[in-house]
Structure formats: structure tokens, C-alpha cells
């Protein structure tokens, strides 16, 4: 029995990935308008899409995924488009933008900075580019094509990931302390408890800082496609790792783990492999 063939790349000429990064920063400026247009707003509501817990979605939300989306039909009208409020939208070329408006909604509607906007492209090995913009801080972190970028209040620099060697020293993230399931929680403390700090809540802000340098690990569970595409792009780009907990790819959710390096990986994962 012949093992499944893995996806092959899709060539991208320079030309066009030119214009994929001027698209998505085309994309990430107009969505820092809309969004910061509702944020802290005494106005803004929010709506529940979940019926057994909290799940929330904000004009804000469909207005800032609408505004890239109106974008993408005129520049690339046949990419593909996959986002957290409307249906997908098939792609002729190979090519798929994953997009969410607001990650951390639960964040944005409390009014911390911590919230963010995800903007990737993907064939289908996995995300190829990727941008993390912070539009109340201002900061925009992008990754991919031979890119790695933090702009922001203190200037444009490289991005890259810290070199820390042990779980002893290292610093995690994760959004939520209930990690998921039981299971999920339980794999998540085994790394918890040999770290130097953990931290919680920053949503897709805590996969910016890992590729920043500034954190170690993230542990999380429970993932949608556009939560991590993103992420995936930027912290490869700065040197990082990113799998879900048996070490297989992460771009369509799940359970994640991202890392500053593979040392660091290698040893949180044996930890997730025996919870």
C-alpha cells in the first residue's frame, strides 16, 4: 500500500508575489479602518453564535471581512476566499486567502488592544504569506515570500523568534485556561508546569509576540482554519515551529503548538504526546 502523496507547492512567479503582498496590505489597511471605526464604541453589540456557551460576532465583524472581501473580487477574482462570517468562495487558481476580521472578538468587545486581524494566503500545502495586524497599537506583522516584518510606533524591523533552549526558561501562552476538552486541558498543564511563566489571553497577539521574540510557546486547542493560518506564515517566517500535538501540519485548526524554535518543540511535544 503506497503512502498518501504529500500537496506540492504551487510555483508563484515574482511578479505575482508582488502583487499578493501589495493585496494584502491593501486588505489589512482597509480592514484597521473599518474595525477601529466600532472599536470601544459605546454603540457597539454583540451577537451569540453559540447556543451552549458564548460565541460572539459583531457588526464590526461582518463589515471588516465584507470590506476585504469587496477587495479581493476586484484584485484577485480568482483566488479563492475561506473566512469566519460568510461561505467560502472557490478558487481557479490554486490560491485561497483565509481571512478573519476580528480575531478575539471576546477581546474586542472588552475593549483590550490584544485583538487582531489574520490575513493569509494558502495553496493547498498550507498557508504561503501571512499578516497579523494590530490596528488600535498599530503594529503589522507579516511573514512569508522571503519576508519577515514587524512595522509598528517603534519602526520597521526583521522579525525572529528567540533562541531559548529549555522549558525551564521558556515562556507560554495559551487564550484560555480550560485548553479545549479535559483531555486538552490535562496535555496543555504537562507543559505548563515545567515552564518559567504562562500567561493567558491574548488570542491571535500571543502568536505575534512568539515570532516577535518576546514569548516562547503557544498551546491551544480547538482552532478553526482562520485562526492559525496566519500565525503559521508569520512564525515560519521568523524562524519558529508550528504543528498541531502530534507534530503534523496545523493549518486547518485543531489542536496547535507553535514554537520559537525546534528544540523547544521537540520538548513541549513529547510532553503533549504522553497526556
Known amino acids: 500500500m503506497t503512502a498518501p502523496q504529500e500537496p506540492t507547492r504551487l510555483a ?3 511578479t505575482e508575489i508582488a502583487q499578493i503582498i501589495e493585496t494584502a496590505h491593501i486588505l489589512a489597511d482597509a480592514a484597521r479602518k473599518t474595525s477601529l471605526a466600532y472599536f470601544r464604541s459605546p454603540e457597539l453589540s ?3 453564535k453559540d447556543d451552549s456557551g458564548f460565541d460572539p460576532v459583531t457588526l464590526a465583524d461582518r463589515e471588516t471581512e465584507a470590506v476585504m472581501r469587496a ?3 476586484k484584485r484577485r477574482p480568482k483566488d479563492g476566499v475561506m473566512g469566519e462570517e460568510q461561505d467560502d468562495t472557490p478558487s481557479s487558481s490554486g490560491l485561497t486567502w483565509v481571512l478573519d476580521p476580528i480575531d478575539g472578538t471576546r ?3 472588552s475593549g483590550t488592544p490584544t485583538w487582531g486581524v489574520l490575513i493569509a494566503l ?3 500545502a498550507g498557508p504561503l504569506y501571512g499578516i497579523i495586524d494590530q490596528p488600535y ?3 503589522r506583522f507579516e511573514g512569508g515570500f522571503g519576508v519577515s516584518r514587524l512595522s509598528g510606533p517603534h519602526g520597521s524591523h526583521d522579525l525572529g523568534t528567540r533562541r531559548t533552549a529549555s522549558l525551564e526558561e521558556a515562556t507560554l501562552f495559551t487564550t484560555f485556561p480550560e485548553v479545549g476538552s479535559a483531555e486538552e486541558r490535562a496535555g496543555f498543564e504537562t507543559v505548563r508546569d515545567e515552564v518559567k511563566l504562562t500567561r493567558y489571553g491574548m488570542d491571535c497577539y500571543a502568536y505575534a509576540l512568539l515570532a516577535a ?7 491551544e486547542a480547538g482552532l478553526h482554519c482562520f485562526d492559525i493560518a496566519a500565525p503559521i506564515a508569520v512564525i515560519e517566517a521568523a524562524g519558529g515551529v508550528v504543528t498541531d500535538w ?3 501540519p496545523a493549518h486547518e485548526g485543531g489542536r496547535v503548538l507553535a514554537a520559537a524554535n525546534h528544540e523547544l518543540h521537540a520538548a513541549a511535544l513529547a510532553l503533549l504526546a504522553k497526556a
Open 137 to 139: 497599537i498599530g503594529e
Open 71 to 73: 477587495i479581493l473580487a
Open 213 to 219: 521574540g518576546q514569548v516562547d510557546l503557544v498551546i
Open 122 to 124: 494558502q495553496d493547498e
Open 46 to 48: 454583540a451577537d451569540n
Open 246 to 248: 502530534q507534530g503534523g
Open 12 to 14: 508563484v512567479s515574482e
Open 107 to 109: 477581546g474586542y468587545i
